[in-house]
């Protein structure tokens, strides 16, 4: 899967960057290496953790972002920090100690796989606004993953004698969707802070675990719902939330209705 998305999002960015005449221009060679080698690690420990425990358990625990874009952002690229944010990463703390120790029987090494993942994909998204405000392209930003990513995942290729017809669909089609992801989440941090992008980007926790649920039936104990209603409140932490706005116009975004 992980392989699937680098080989298709490094041909898709280079396609769509051809077709709309948009350069491939590098003026920043290092927050392009930073980007590509912290958002590879992060997704191929991402997708270990689905795959040690499930959808819904590993895109909440990879949730934990704010938590450590607060602290990175502050300590490594000048982003502003409110004492006002606190309350709910505290919040969000909580929760995923919770999610941690729910009682289920999934093994702690996927759980702490992806806590390893948030860790690093927080780095690789304040390299993406930092690439974003200076003007590389989101193709330029997303292809940067995908070279770094392919080999970390070339491991996997001979799975691909195994994939049948019917999975091959899905599997591309899932990797377009995430290319157009990618490309929108650039898109977005050009005009606000990583960690106001992290925080609405909780908004597809719901949806996901509920599909995890459906789908693969997720393992849903009392205590994992306590954890992610801990996620919930660092998402609804008005005063956070609040101080973390920008002053370019994105205000109307960032304080729209999470609920």
């Excluded at 193709?139 to 080999?151: K, Q, R, T």
Aim: hydrophobic fraction near 50%; aromatic fraction near 12%.
């Amino acid at each position: 899967m992980a392989l699937a998305r680098f080989a298709v999002g490094a041909v898709l960015s280079v396609g769509f960057s051809f077709a709309f005449r948009v350069p491939l221009r590098v003026t920043n060679w290092g927050a392009l290496a930073g980007r590509g080698f912290f958002g590879a690690v992060a997704m191929t420990l991402y997708y270990l953790g689905i795959a040690w425990t499930s959808s819904g358990r590993a895109t909440l625990l990879m949730n934990v972002a704010p938590v450590f874009i607060l602290i990175i952002g502050t300590l490594f690229f000048s982003e502003p920090f409110h004492w006002a944010s606190l309350a709910g990463l505290l919040a969000c703390m909580a929760g995923a100690i919770l999610i941690l120790y729910d009682g289920t029987s999934y093994p702690l090494a996927g759980s702490l796989a992806c806590l390893a993942g948030a860790f690093f994909r927080d780095f690789a998204i304040n390299f993406v606004r930092r690439l974003r405000t200076s003007q590389h392209s989101s193709y330029l930003v997303y292809l940067s993953a995908c070279v770094f990513g392919i080999p970390f995942t070339l491991h996997s290729a001979g799975e691909a004698r195994t994939l049948s017809w019917s999975h091959a669909g899905p599997l591309l089609f899932v990797s377009v969707i995430m290319f157009g992801a990618q490309i929108f989440m650039g898109y977005g941090y050009k005009h606000t802070t990583a960690t106001t992008g992290s925080l609405l980007s909780y908004l597809v926790i719901p949806m996901v675990v509920v599909l995890s649920a459906v789908v693969v039936d997720e393992q849903i104990t009392a205590r994992f719902l306590a954890g992610a209603a801990g996620h919930r409140g660092r998402a609804d932490c008005r005063n956070g939330v609040g101080g973390l706005r920008r002053r370019n116009g994105c205000e109307s975004v960032i304080v729209e209705d999470e609920g």
